[in-house]
Structure formats: C-alpha cells, structure tokens
C-alpha cells in the first residue's frame, strides 16, 4: 500500500530499510527496460516520492522522516542491489539533504527552509555534481538586483524529475577575483532546459542529462555561499564527508546485487576447487568493500569537516569504488557464461559499477591530495 509522504511525525520512527525492501521488487522489475532504452527510472522515483523517501533524511523537528546517517546510507545501498541508477540518482538529492541537514545542526546554518520545503512539498533536488567542484563552470554577471547565469551543468542526474538544481557559476568580482556563487534554480524557472545527451555505458536509467541556464536570473538574496574560485573551502569538506559515503551506497548496492546473483548461479553449478576460490576471491572484495564504506560512514556520523576528514573519505571513496568493480568482475567469473546473458543482470551490473571511477576525487587527484596532506604541504598546491 502507498504511503502518503512524511507531512506529519509519526509517533513511532519509521522503519526506512524495511520501507526499502517493500519496494525493491518494482525497482529491480523496471531496471532491465530503462537499461535497455536509455530511459530515466521515472516510475521508481515516482513510487519513491510516493513513499516519502525524499524528505527521509530531513530531521523529524523539521517535519521530515527523521532516518538517521547510517540508515540513510543502508537504504542506498539496499535499492543500489535491486537497481543500480535508481539508488545512484537519489544519493544526488540525499547528499544534497544531508549536507543541509549536517549545517543546519552543527553549524546553525540558515538551511531550514529548505529542508522544510523538502520535507512539506517532496521536493527533488539535483547536484549538477562534479562540472560543480572546486572551480565550478559557467559565468555569473551581475546585474540590478542579482545576477544573470549563464551555464550548461553535465551529470545532472535526476534532472527530468528535479524541482530544484543546487549548482553554481563563477563570478568575476572586480575586488576578490574570481568567485563561485552558490544557489539553487527552480527547473521552472524562464531560461532553464534540459538537453537528454546521457547515452552511455551504464547508469542509463539516472537521466543525467545536460542542464542550460541562460541568462537566468538569481537574485542577490537567493545566493546561499562565495567562496574562491579553485581553492579548497569548509563547504567542500563537508561535501566531501557527507556526501561520498551515500553515493558510494549505491555502488557498494551493485555489487552486492551482483554477488548475490552469482552466488545463485554458482549453488547449481558442480563445485570444484576453482570455483571455491574465485567464490573466496569475490567474498574478500566484497568484505573490503563493506569495510571502507563502514569507515566512510562512521566518519561522517561523528567526524568535523576540515583537510583531514576529506583524505579519509577520499581515501575511502577509492577504496569502496575498487573493491565494488573487482566484486562484479569476480561474479562475472563466478557465474561463468550465464553472466554473459542480459537477462540475469550481473552485465548491466558490471556497465553500472564502472561509474564509480568517475566521481570526484578520482583515484589520482585522492592520491595526490591525500599524499601532498600527508607531507605537510598545501592542499590547494
């Protein structure tokens, strides 16, 4: 049965995993058709939204669902198993939420709006992700009264569904230099148009499209955060903390999905001592994987934002990410020629947990930056 979304606190918490596994079985029977026509997973955001799951993280003071870190992250991870681009999109919104709701708690950071919003209105939020890191993309001109923007956001995953995209654009200050301003832009908003470009290996269904913005207008007091154009700042190591955790769920949700299939496969198949240890091969990745998200995890849980905390959770991100890819080739292996067929998953599988080399820091920039930190020298060197 639907759930209405979270617009009053429920006298006893919300079991979210529980809530999760309900409607894994509708996720993981649409993965398959948007993998294969390129298509947005619209249907399971919708039943998502349906459930409440977008103001989950918003804390229950704030009219939220109250889910805590770590049951946010279980969750990921849980539709990451069943499908892949459902679970990768809303760790988009989820890391946006929870960065939001970690400022709004530990630093009295004017987010309650917006996570009210989220929570009374089930608003979609969307990352423009990584075209947003250190020295952002596109141009800010001011104006009277704001600013005008001009930008095309990549890896805007989400978008089709999105209300809201949390991005940025450089301005060229003539006292400080060159600027990111931080804000958010309304999808209905005149001048903002999605262009569908995401054709790709895997992660089909996240629909991470391009977004335009031309010429559309921010007002002053709509801009959230300055901050120094390609330098390192308190706000990206508390995206760095808090968010890679949860989209690295996701990933950590594929190859759990994988290992399970190929387990199915191999209990049919007559053992030999080669198939014990590619299995024993696969467990261990698994394992390794699991464990440095756990450190991912309990850092966010109880860690400050600052140089530190960022190499650990980079260091974790990399980590996670590899051990999740050398999950799924080992249950290609596992399964053996039956992986080879689409129909049991493990190849879309495979295509999916590649995205996890992608995302920011990638593996040579974390070593530089966790290997310069170590040193004692400049992070922005």
């Not at 870190?69 to 198993?81: H, K, N």
């Amino acid at each position: 049965m639907s759930i209405s979304p979270v617009a009053a606190l429920e006298t006893a918490p919300i079991d979210w995993l529980a809530r999760a596994d309900a409607v894994c079985a509708l996720l993981a029977g649409n993965a398959a058709r948007h993998d294969a026509d390129d298509s947005f997973v619209a249907e399971n955001y919708a039943r998502l939204k349906a459930e409440g799951f977008f103001g989950a993280h918003v804390p229950a003071e704030l009219g939220g669902g109250g889910a805590d870190y770590a049951e946010l992250a279980a969750v990921i991870r849980r539709l990451g198993s069943a499908c892949g681009s459902t679970a990768l999109t809303y760790s988009m919104h989820s890391h946006l939420v929870a960065v939001a709701a970690w400022r709004w708690k530990h630093q009295n950071a004017p987010t309650e709006g917006l996570l009210r919003r989220v929570a009374a209105e089930d608003l979609v939020l969307v990352s423009s992700g990584g075209t947003d890191w250190l020295k952002s993309a596109g141009t800010a001109v001011k104006v009277e009264g704001g600013f005008r923007i001009t930008a095309r956001k990549i890896f805007s995953s989400g978008c089709l569904a999105g209300d809201l995209l949390m991005t940025s654009a450089v301005y060229d200050d003539p006292e400080a230099g060159p600027t990111v301003l931080h804000f958010g832009v309304p999808f209905s908003a005149d001048g903002v148009s999605i262009r569908e470009t995401w054709r790709v290996m895997g992660m089909r269904g996240t629909g991470s499209h391009d977004v335009e913005l031309n010429e559309v207008f921010v007002a002053d007091a709509a801009i959230a955060g300055r901050r120094p154009q390609g330098k390192w700042h308190p706000l990206f190591h508390a995206i760095s903390m808090l968010a890679f955790p949860l989209i690295y769920s996701a990933y950590l949700g594929v190859a759990e999905g994988a290992r399970a299939r190929a387990l199915e496969v191999a209990r049919r198949r007559p053992a030999d001592e080669g198939l014990f240890q590619l299995v024993g091969e696969m467990e261990n990745a698994f394992a390794a994987a699991g464990g440095a998200l756990e450190r991912m995890i309990r850092l966010a849980e109880s860690g400050a934002p600052g140089p530190e905390s960022t190499s650990q959770a980079m260091i974790g991100r990399t980590l996670t990410g590899e051990a999740s890819i050398r999950t799924v080739e080992l249950a290609l292996e596992v399964a053996g020629g039956a992986a080879f067929h689409r129909d049991l998953g493990i190849e879309r599988a495979f295509r999916d947990v590649q995205g996890a080399r992608f995302h920011p820091l990638q593996q040579k920039p974390q070593l530089r930056y966790t290997g310069r930190l170590a040193l004692g020298l400049d992070i922005d060197g």
